[in-house]
């Protein structure tokens, strides 16, 4: 078997860390996730098995760190030029054992992005919630952005511009006081310790200056989160309802202000789809490996299968696909860490935004055809818990639907390609 | 929503009895009352209300009978032209849970190759009816050939390898093999029917009982999906078996399949139009951008479009088959070629054509398809297993060679 270290990548694209990274990831993926990840699905309310490795990897690595700059502790990556290489290398690494252990990890840092990396970077906040995740502690961040009248419109925020949120934040005294109720974002059901959460000033407006994000730790009185809810699998990944009841925060707990909030909340949906094609691409590259051990060794015909040619030649396109899933992620990871060169786009940018949900549309459609090619070429075997290839198809279903689903990028990629101006 | 999903997808309907279209009502408004409209409940005590809702219909109503002769105890519907009707009241138990459906599609189609006209195996009949015309609930694994091994050489049927071997001595066999793999039911089941191969390699069906001495079960397995359908490999240690009990005959080994294709086809097609009610619920109910109803959407109503297409096409093609099959006059009996042909063939686009039914439809739900409460999720991972569960080792691939051998005469492939 060729090593999935094999598939493209381009050369320019990994970073000077990535590769003693990768190995010390792919020791705790081999050795502490895969054997205990059929565990996880039975998991899902207690964490039991989880929380463990969740410590392991946020902590005891130190992930949860990562952004945060080096003088209060972290590793500044949020200033680098490769910090969207070494993301997309820890959901692709961690993806491979487990995605949904992948997707919690790296979501933790998704609120922080609002405020850690260039040009949207409020230093007074950082140092304040910095001790939050260097203290050795862990501390789960939670981007609590769906509710429940409006599902992914919130991510439309070009299209709907915020106009259908209805969870307020008033100014009183020095604080913003926070109604409203959330529901699904991962690391909510219990897990988290600090939410981000997108309010309106204005309920109904759609001025950019209305639009509001703001941190709140998960202990400040009035919030209150729901137990989480029952999935088809991401069993590592909790999400349940979170309540703001006259919640106050400080008032520079707004990560930026008026405006500012709006683009650098936009920075969060190119982030999205980054983690998203690192946990796919990941998840595939496993699949990979089991479809080989698998082939190899079951026989059709009283051969190897993929000694078979039909068969080879659904294996073929199988392996051919994930090749090229991966080189697309990593024109996502480009995307980003080119985004301070004379060439390059902010995160922001409409341009970002578009082609990288094109390339996280195109990879779930292609990682869900993929994964369930595999199953059936595995015959009875393939819905078996026990090969582990099912539960990449239910958790790669889910990276399908969520950010929004398929019809939202299609929606987006219209409007860049075409220039829509009414859609 | 008041509508009738059996109106709205077009069939032949003239191919139901009239009784049993008033049968799969009675079905019908039975799975609205007990499951579908307390899903919360019926998911926190599954366990327990499977098995009650199985009593209910199988013994209660009789449906675990149903395909036997009335001079077995059984309600007679073993004649092919009542197989329409089969297909609806599978169509109607999945509806309500598509492992209610699995597992009395895997009885019938076991049942069938021994009870159905003109064929009646009596041998057979004699040994099975009892038990599921009994007043027990009673299952049945089926073991196909080419469900993936890593053994040494074996006899094939049509490029699928045959793990079963059985051994004839004077009046009785001998049935081994091991660690086979069942298409569900194998942890649970009370009747086994397994494809085996004879000493001349010919292909066969034998019929075992699960209590017999050296029938050995591995442990249980969990599934993608149709949880309640405990599966398990199988080890035959030279399990004695009356020969009568054993169908030599290449022949019965494709009408096997040809049952399996259409009665768990109609298991799918079941599971899709509930989904089809989920989903036609959300799009009505749903706002999106802030203002219009989801399905009023032009890019959501194409993809509710694609939606309702799979599932006119499954349904189309699941009555079909069965026309193939209870039209005898026409194509003879299932010995017919084209019969296998068109059950391997239509099966798998059934298959297919549910599965891209769900997997489209759950793209509008974004969450809700794939949380537990809404059950498309449910929906989704039984067909799903379903699929692979049908599927030989190599996936479609084997079917493919199926139909390549029928139009185009291939012989080597």
């Known amino acids: 078997m060729i090593s999935f270290d094999k598939l493209s990548v381009r050369n320019g694209s990994i970073s000077h860390i990535e590769g003693p990274f990768r190995g010390i990831l792919r020791d705790i993926v081999e050795k502490e996730i895969m054997p205990h990840r059929r565990e996880y699905d039975e998991d899902w309310q207690e964490h039991r098995f989880v929380e463990p490795v969740l410590h392991r990897i946020c902590v005891d690595i130190g992930i949860q760190k990562s952004l945060l700059p080096q003088e209060f502790g972290g590793w500044s990556l949020g200033q680098s030029d490769y910090m969207m290489a070494f993301t997309y290398c820890i959901a692709e690494e961690i993806g491979r054992g487990d995605s949904s252990l992948s997707l919690s990890s790296i979501c933790s840092l998704w609120p922080l992005c609002t405020f850690l990396i260039p040009p949207f970077v409020n230093m007074r906040l950082a140092r304040e919630l910095a001790p939050l995740f260097t203290g050795g502690k862990i501390c789960i961040g939670c981007q609590a952005m769906t509710e429940p009248q409006g599902g992914s419109d919130i991510e439309n925020i070009d299209l709907i511009k915020g106009r259908t949120i209805q ?31 997108p309010c309106t000033t204005r309920p109904g407006s759609d001025d950019p200056d209305d639009f509001a994000y703001i941190m709140v730790p998960a202990d400040t009185p009035g919030v209150t989160q729901g137990p989480p809810y029952a999935k088809a699998g991401m069993a590592a990944d909790k999400n349940g309802d979170i309540w703001f009841d006259n919640v106050r925060v400080p008032e520079h707990y707004r990560i930026h202000g008026p405006g500012t909030d709006a683009l650098a909340f936009k920075t969060l949906i190119y982030m999205g789809q980054l983690g998203s094609v690192g946990f796919a691409v990941g998840s595939l590259l496993n699949v990979y490996e089991i479809l080989y051990d698998f082939s190899s060794t079951y026989t059709y015909r009283n051969a190897p299968l993929k000694e078979h040619d039909a068969i080879a030649g659904v294996l073929g396109d199988i392996a051919g696909s994930i090749d090229i899933c991966r080189m697309l992620s990593y024109e996502v990871v480009r995307m980003g860490d080119d985004r301070n060169k004379p060439w390059g786009k902010p995160l922001h940018s409409h341009e970002t935004i578009a082609r990288s949900r094109n390339i996280k549309e195109f990879i ?31 958790d790669l279903k889910m990276i399908q639907l969520w950010l929004g689903g398929k019809q939202l990028c299609q929606m987006e990629k219209a409007r860049y390609y075409f220039d829509c101006a009414t859609l | 929503m008041s509508i009738n999903v059996n109106e709205l997808f077009p069939y032949p309907a003239q191919w139901v009895d009239e009784d049993v279209t008033a049968i799969a ?49 059984g309600s007679g519907f073993n004649s092919p032209e009542k197989v329409p009707s089969i297909i609806t009241i599978l169509g109607e138990l999945s509806r309500a849970d598509a492992a209610l459906g699995f597992m009395s599609a895997l009885e019938y189609s076991a049942s069938a190759v021994a009870a159905m006209e003109p064929s009646v195996n009596t041998s057979i009949c004699d040994m099975i009816a009892p038990l599921l015309c009994g007043n027990e609930l009673r299952s049945v694994a089926i ?18 390898e045959i793990r079963a071997r059985i051994k004839r001595s004077g009046a009785t066999c001998t049935l081994s093999g091991k660690d086979l793999r069942p298409i569900g039911n194998g942890a649970i089941a009370d009747i086994l029917a397994v494809v085996c191969a004879d000493e001349n390699d010919k292909p066969g069906i034998a019929y075992v009982t699960a209590d017999q001495k050296g029938v050995e079960r591995g442990n249980t397995f969990i599934q993608t999906g149709l949880d309640e359908c405990g599966n398990a490999d199988i080890t035959f240690n030279d399990v004695a078996i009356s020969s009568e009990h054993v169908i030599s005959d290449e022949d019965a080994v494709r009408e096997l399949y040809t049952w399996l294709n259409l009665f768990l086809g109609a298991v799918s097609l079941g599971a899709c139009l509930n989904f089809f009610e989920i989903l036609r619920n959300w799009s009505e109910n749903r706002v999106i951008k802030g203002k219009g109803l989801l399905r009023e959407n032009p890019l959501c109503a194409s993809v509710l479009a694609t939606v309702a297409e799979e599932i006119s096409l499954a349904k189309i093609l699941v009555y079909n088959i069965s026309n193939f099959i209870s039209r005898t006059s026409v194509w003879g009996g299932t010995e017919n070629p084209i019969i296998f042909m068109a059950a391997q063939m239509f099966g798998k686009r059934i298959q297919q054509c549910a599965l891209n039914a769900i997997n489209r439809g759950m793209e509008l739900m974004a969450s809700a398809g794939y949380a537990k409460e809404w059950h498309a999720e449910k929906h989704w991972r039984d067909v799903k297993t379903i699929q692979t569960c049908l599927s030989a080792a190599g996936g479609e691939v084997p079917v493919q060679m199926d139909i390549a051998r029928y139009f185009y005469g291939c012989t080597d492939i």
């Not at chain 1, 974002?185 to 988290?192: D, E, F, K, Y």
């Open chain 1, 167 to 197: 969870t307020t934040a008033r100014l009183e005294g020095g604080h913003w006081v926070i109604n409203g109720h959330k529901l699904w974002p991962t690391n909510s059901g219990g897990l988290a310790s600090l939410f981000g959460v």
């Open chain 1, 364 to 394: 779930s459609d292609r990682a869900m055809e993929i994964c369930g090619k595999a199953m059936d070429l595995l015959g009875p075997h393939g819905c078996e818990r026990v090969l582990d290839i099912e539960k990449h198809w239910r």
């Open chain 2, 25 to 73: 009502t009675a079905v019908h408004q039975w799975a609205d009352k007990e499951i579908i409209k307390n899903r919360l409940e019926y998911q926190k005590a599954y366990h327990e209300l499977f098995t009650k809702h199985r009593r209910e219909h199988n013994i209660d109503i009789g449906f675990q009978k149903i395909i036997f002769p009335e001079s077995y105890g």
């Open chain 2, 143 to 160: 073991i196909m050939p080419g469900s993936a091994s890593t053994g040494p050489p074996s006899p094939l049927f049509l490029g699928r």
